[in-house]
């Protein structure tokens, strides 16, 4: 690990005017380039004390050896230049792109006498028509098959026309109407060209001058009585609408704008394109992002421009982002540049745009969250990632069986506590547990980590010592769940072989203190710090760091925000329970159901604790017996203070209607899997 101090630059030694700059690591490897519009204040920003840096800031000013720089014109060269160098060099501290790949586009060629209709991909080509990108090429093909009996341009290869010119004969699409046949001289070049063109303007979206005249032919051929024109014109209509329905119109007829959306988390992005013409969407693509380096939304949206229309994809009027790169406007010059002419590159802000942006925004969340399930569901990414983590914490074989702890609470009250558990790098969500914590009132993350561990494997010992495997339930807990032969509840019935907490070196030293006063020393432990991701193991005085691309940080990362998520939804249940609880809560056999039917039937808490038990016996479900129990708990309780008007002083008599309300709408009570 380098020290930054070594290869920083003399002061003054950096210029200030705008430029790109490399970091290069002990072997001369470039492992980052960004891009200024004043060098000296960012190179600057790189060599402050690492605890201010970002984590992988810091990981990458350590790993680096040296720096250098090239001064440029302006800031727009600077987003060249950047984008240059990192195709050239592919750092590895750099935004780098999953799935990366040519997306298909259909295109038509305009440069030869006889233009060609085809599937193209790769960097575009100067006097071909480009239409797309698809995500699928079959999408093409059939979209193309649908247009050909209107418009019958030529797909043949050039070997296939060539071969049938000389043998005078055309191919299969040639006799079935699909082609007209140019190569046997049907139609002539121009003709052919004509055809082309009016195949290009359908595309773009010049769609209903072109029906409307097919519409006034068809009824023309009707009307002279020519009823196979007529027909063969009316397929031709259907076609081209069949066609017309595989691109939804979503703005506008003269709009044409490519629309970005980005969703994150700490580690990975997924970037979704959605390509309007002509009003259309025309296609889609999108990518996955590992955040390698310290990058937010406008970073990431910069990166996809660059990755988007670096290569040479055509730039829209339009481009609609959900952050505008800091700063815009080299990125909005370059972007014209491109194009030849003024591109708007803005957040939309109100009507169907921001609408569109919406859906995209909701294809991105669902391509990240597709890109996580089958990562997590990948056999052989699972075996790398386990054997990943027994590799880091030396552990003597892989952790088949993970549980990880998590505290919630909020401002000290209703604190809880969340036990997930991943067996072969899967949740066992049938496995997961929660715990109240009883053993103390307020704030203490650390001694509630020893709580819950304590109970856990208190537990774990009691089975073992009574049958050897099984668990004895505590008396408070509910008898739910998976059962043994007995119709015992198999609760903490196996070991993990790692314990993971939610935490630092305070939680891990709870976790180790508690095992070790039950005498457990056979299972791994380790904590995992949120803020810098670093993993901690007991009594060490440093963490371990896992490369931010591996699979076993990937892995655990989770783990601990499973056991986050389980745990926060549980404390909110608690809370929400808590502000929501009535009169009618605490009454014997009363259930959710019938408390509703008990409200909905007398409107207010007031009637209900005014009726008798016969008017209760009225309501469904309410027998006698129960009724006398509600009639006995109302009457025994003190009434609920009739609220009062500050403003006026006025007493309103349905208060305490009012402050029933939420008991109607109470939450349902927590699962049966909760541990008290």
């Known amino acids: 690990m380098a020290d930054p101090s070594t290869y920083r630059p003399a002061p003054g030694a950096i210029p200030t005017s705008p430029g790109v700059y490399k970091f290069r690591d002990a072997l001369g490897r470039v492992i980052y380039v960004g891009k200024a519009k004043s060098l000296r204040p960012r190179l600057s920003s790189y060599f402050q004390d690492l605890a201010g840096l970002h984590p992988r800031t810091a990981t990458m000013v350590t790993t680096a050896a040296s720096v250098e720089w090239t001064v440029v014109g302006t800031e727009v060269e600077a987003l060249q230049l950047e984008y240059s160098w990192i195709k050239e060099f592919d750092p590895r501290f750099n935004v780098k792109y999953r799935d990366d790949k040519s997306y298909p586009e259909l295109a038509v060629t305009l440069d030869e006498e006889y233009p060609r209709v085809q599937v193209m991909r790769g960097a575009h080509k100067k006097g071909v028509r480009y239409f797309g990108p698809y995500g699928h090429a079959w999408a093409i093909r059939e979209t193309v098959d649908l247009l050909l009996r209107v418009f019958p341009v030529r797909t043949c290869s050039n070997g296939v026309f060539k071969r049938a010119r000389q043998v005078g004969r055309p191919c299969l699409l040639g006799y079935i109407g699909k082609c007209a046949a140019p190569c046997v001289g049907k139609v002539s070049a121009d003709e052919h060209r004509a055809l082309a063109e009016d195949f290009c303007d359908f595309m773009a979206g010049r769609t209903g001058n072109y029906l409307r005249r097919l519409e006034e032919q068809m009824q023309e051929a009707a009307a002279d009585l020519e009823y196979e024109k007529a027909a063969r014109l009316r397929d031709d209509i259907g076609a081209l609408k069949r066609a017309m329905e595989k691109n939804a119109i979503v703005l506008a007829d003269a709009t044409d704008a490519d629309l970005l959306a980005v969703a994150e988390d700490e580690l990975e992005a997924a970037v979704q394109i959605f390509h309007v013409r002509g009003g259309r969407v025309r296609g889609q693509r999108g990518w996955v992002t590992d955040k390698v380096e310290d990058v937010d939304t406008a970073g990431l949206v910069e990166h996809a421009l660059q990755q988007l229309y670096g290569g040479g994809e055509s730039v829209p009027r339009e481009v609609l982002v959900p952050a505008l790169p800091d700063p815009a406007e080299p990125a909005r010059e370059w972007l014209s540049g491109l194009r030849g002419s003024q591109v708007d590159l803005r957040v939309p802000q109100r009507g169907d745009k921001k609408d569109l942006m919406a859906t995209v925004q909701r294809n991105a969340q669902q391509a990240l969250a597709l890109h996580k399930t089958k990562r997590a569901s990948d056999l052989t990414t699972r075996s790398r990632a386990l054997q990943e983590i027994a590799d880091a914490l030396e552990l003597d074989s892989v952790p088949l069986r993970i549980e990880c702890y998590d505290i919630s609470h909020l401002q000290g009250e209703d604190v809880v506590a969340s036990m997930v558990v991943f067996e072969d790098g899967l949740a066992r969500k049938s496995e997961y547990r929660r715990f109240q914590i009883k053993g103390f009132e307020g704030q203490d993350d650390v001694r509630s980590m020893h709580e819950v561990i304590s109970r856990r494997f208190r537990r774990y010992l009691q089975e073992r010592e009574?049958?050897?495997?099984?668990?004895?339930?505590?008396?408070?807990?509910?008898?739910?769940?998976?059962?043994?032969?007995?119709?015992?509840?198999?609760?903490?019935?196996?070991?993990?072989?790692?314990?993971?907490?939610?935490?630092?070196?305070?939680?891990?030293?709870?976790?180790?203190?508690?095992?070790?006063?039950?005498?457990?020393?056979?299972?791994?432990?380790?904590?995992?710090?949120?803020?810098?991701?670093?993993?901690?193991?007991?009594?060490?005085?440093?963490?371990?760091?896992?490369?931010?691309?591996?699979?076993?940080?990937?892995?655990l990362q989770r783990v601990r925000d499973e056991a986050h998520r389980f745990a926060i939804s549980y404390q909110r249940n608690k809370r929400s329970k808590r502000l929501t609880a009535g009169e009618l809560d605490s009454v014997p056999g009363l259930g959710e159901t019938r408390r509703r039917a008990l409200l909905k039937h007398f409107g207010s808490l007031k009637k209900l604790r005014a009726a008798t038990v016969d008017e209760l016996c009225e309501v469904p479900g309410i027998g006698r017996r129960t009724a006398q129990t509600v009639a006995e708990a109302l009457s025994s309780r003190t009434p609920v203070a009739p609220a009062v008007n500050t403003a006026t002083g006025e007493i309103i008599e349905d208060g305490a209607e009012q402050a029933a309300e939420p008991v109607a709408a109470a939450p349902q009570t927590a699962p049966s899997q909760e541990t008290p």
């Open 466 to 555: 009574r049958t050897g495997e099984w668990a004895v339930p505590e008396e408070d807990e509910p008898a739910t769940g998976s059962r043994d032969e007995e119709g015992r509840p198999k609760r903490f019935a196996y070991p993990p072989q790692l314990l993971v907490v939610d935490g630092g070196r305070p939680q891990v030293a709870a976790a180790r203190r508690a095992l070790d006063e039950l005498g457990i020393d056979d299972v791994a432990l380790c904590g995992l710090a949120k803020r810098l991701e670093e993993v901690w193991l007991p009594g060490e005085d440093d963490p371990v760091v896992l490369p931010r691309s591996s699979e076993g940080l990937y892995l």
